[in-house]
């Protein structure tokens, strides 16, 4: 698993570095830091909450668009699922 921090957000993905695309750049709230991506499929992905706290978390897709966010409990598990087109990049966490 790798973090790496881009203008102030820390992305975390499974296996490899991510780094924030420039739509996200910017945005408040994507920490990245309690969810996990830990599986996916056509329209959907797994979550890991990582942490003690309940949280919300959602994927970055492909296409540059993050599907809406899903509320995760402590050390707990979430599927996000979206229409269209797009694979599951890397988990990000909504706050």
């Not at 992305?11 to 599986?39: K, Q």
């Not at 919300?56 to 979206?82: D, K």
């Amino acid at each position: 698993m790798g973090i790496r921090m881009a203008a102030g957000v820390a992305l975390v993905a499974a296996g490899l570095l991510a780094t924030a695309s420039p739509a996200w750049a910017g945005e408040a709230g994507a920490l990245g830091a309690c969810a996990e991506l830990t599986d996916s499929g056509p329209g959907w992905a797994e979550l890991r909450n990582d942490c003690g706290v309940a949280i919300e978390g959602s994927i970055a897709l492909s296409t540059g668009e993050r599907p809406a966010c899903v509320p995760i409990a402590p050390r707990g598990t979430g599927t996000v699922t979206w229409e269209g087109e797009g694979v599951a990049e890397y988990a990000v966490d909504c706050i």
